[in-house]
T-cell receptor, first 116, second 112 residues
Framework: NAGVTQTPKFRVLKTGQSMTLLCAQD?????MYWYRQDPGMGLRLIHYSVGEGTTAKGEVPDGYNVSRLKKQNFLLGLESAAPSQTSVYFC???????????????FGAGSRLTVL | SQKIEQNSEALNIQEGKTATLTCNYTNYSPAYLQWYRQDPGRGPVFLLL?????KEKRKERLKVTFDTTLKQSLFHITASQPEDSATYLCALDGGSARQLTFGSGTQLTVLP
């Protein structure tokens, strides 16, 4: 069982370039999330989705776009990369239901992005 | 806005001792508080959670307490081992909001 798979694992971009990070989950989870993790800042929510075809903004959505065309996939796009977007990006998913009475996340291994 | 703080960025303890990590929060009343473990180069992994009406929760060598009056959770690892070395994250869960707010984590090193 793969769980949550992120591609690519590493990427270096030049300022102004665009790219897409792909997240795939095989657990039939309804909810999916994109976080970024920076030293001393913790995990910050970029965008999330509560179901196929839906997306919503999180805490730090500027400069990013997302799409959830299929239930198992959640794409994070950077249209014009900036050095401030250098970070480690994590995708996560959850059932979105009251399993254990809480929203427990399963994370991918992360994608390290460097913008020069 | 809600704020969550983990008391220290790094904690070193001797093998066999009990590690205690602190998570404090303000401007929020979470329905649950979750704890995750993160190893270098990997994503966080869920460990356990505690509900607002629970005082204490245990799982093997792990124990979590939750004091909604103090707005604080304590995470204990008893009989710590070098394999427990990792970064531990706490997260506030509103229950119905379907979003988690994470702390920045405490890096625990258990010295042999």
């Amino acid at each position: 069982n793969a769980g949550v798979t992120q591609t690519p694992k590493f990427r270096v971009l030049k300022t102004g370039q665009s790219m897409t990070l792909l997240c795939a989950q095989d657990m039939n989870h309804e909810y999916m999330y994109w976080y970024r993790q920076d030293p001393g800042m913790g995990l910050r929510l970029i965008h999330y989705s509560v179901g196929e075809g839906t997306t919503a903004k999180g805490e730090v959505p500027d400069g990013y776009n997302v799409s959830r065309l299929k239930k198992q996939n959640f794409l994070l796009g950077l249209e014009s990369a900036a050095p401030s977007q250098t970070s480690v990006y994590f995708c996560a998913s959850s059932t979105g239901q009251a399993v254990l009475g809480a929203n427990v996340l399963t994370f991918g291994a992360g994608s390290r992005l460097t913008v020069l | 806005s809600q704020k969550i703080e983990q008391n220290s960025e790094a904690l070193n303890i001797q093998e066999g001792k009990t590690a205690t990590l602190t998570c404090n929060y303000t401007n929020y009343s979470p329905a649950y508080l979750q704890w995750y473990r993160q190893d270098p180069g990997r994503g966080p992994v869920f460990l356990l959670l505690i509900r607002e009406n629970e005082k204490e929760k245990r799982k093997e060598r792990l124990k979590v307490t939750f004091d909604t009056t103090l707005k604080q959770s304590l995470f204990h690892i008893t009989a710590s081992q070098p394999e427990d070395s990792a970064t531990y994250l706490c997260a506030l869960d509103g229950g119905s909001a379907r979003q988690l707010t994470f702390g920045s984590g405490t890096q625990l090193t258990v010295l042999p």
